[in-house]
């Protein structure tokens, strides 16, 4: 077979290093590690439009590349990791914080966030999140709030109309299913939505912002948003 004026043996002898380079560097995001760009504001004050983050593929389980299937176990989602999930309406990618695993209990009230009984605790956040969010968003007066209790101290955002599923019933978790919310808690497609999100879905923990574009301002990179640590 010719390939322009070379044979396919000329032009494999002559690319074969980049192809071979292309395929490992493919399955190396596919199965080891990755990186996301973030193009909506769900997990806002944490993650911003226009991130990039890295995502660990490797610690719930090293999966065939290209494939929801895993080869080894791996760790267990925890709550208030920050994951990459495949939606399990659309299949989009979605970058959401994992609230209540296999077993919890998980609702929605006047108080915020309850996990098996107990209410998240409250205070107000370092205002300096907002900064680098959307100038849109900025004018819709966000608030900043610091959740802590039943997960892992982090920030969640809250905006002055909020959401019409601020509030939910307890839910139980089932077996291997997790539940997810946005750190954005009134303008987040999560588990109030799309419904508990199976283990094997599940392809990876985001553990760090490692350099940030601002579409507001000719994609030009953000200060401050380099190599920054996910919490």
């Known amino acids: 077979m010719q390939i322009g004026n070379k044979s396919a043996r000329q032009w494999w002898r002559e690319y074969r290093g980049s192809v071979v380079f292309l395929v490992l560097m493919l399955t190396f995001r596919s199965a080891w590690a990755d990186w996301l760009t973030v193009p909506t504001g769900s997990m806002n ?30 760790q267990d989602p925890q709550r208030g990791e920050i994951v990459v999930f495949d939606s ?47 100038e849109t968003t900025r004018e819709q007066s966000p608030a900043v709030y610091r959740e802590r209790g039943p997960i892992r101290e982090h920030d969640v955002m809250r905006l002055p109309f909020g959401s019409p599923r601020q509030f939910m019933q307890p839910v139980v978790v ?22 508990f999100v199976p283990r ?12 940030s574009f601002n579409p507001e301002n000719y994609y030009l990179p953000r200060s401050g948003r380099f190599n920054v640590a996910l919490e």
């Open 45 to 74: 004050p944490t993650i911003v439009e226009g991130d990039r983050i890295v995502v660990n593929k490797h610690v719930y389980g090293v999966r065939i590349p290209w494939t929801l299937v895993r080869v080894t176990d791996g």
């Open 88 to 134: 399990p309406v659309t299949g989009i990618s979605l970058v959401k914080r994992v609230i209540g695993v296999p077993g919890d209990t998980i609702a929605l009230d006047e108080g915020g966030l309850v996990v098996n009984g107990e209410h998240a605790r409250y205070a107000n956040g370092d205002v300096a999140h907002l900064a680098p969010l959307l």
């Open 174 to 195: 089932p077996d291997g299913m997790y539940f997810m919310l946005g750190d954005n808690r009134d303008n987040s497609a999560d588990s109030r939505y799309i419904g």
């Open 200 to 211: 094997r879905n599940i392809v990876g923990r985001a553990s760090s912002v490692a350099i």
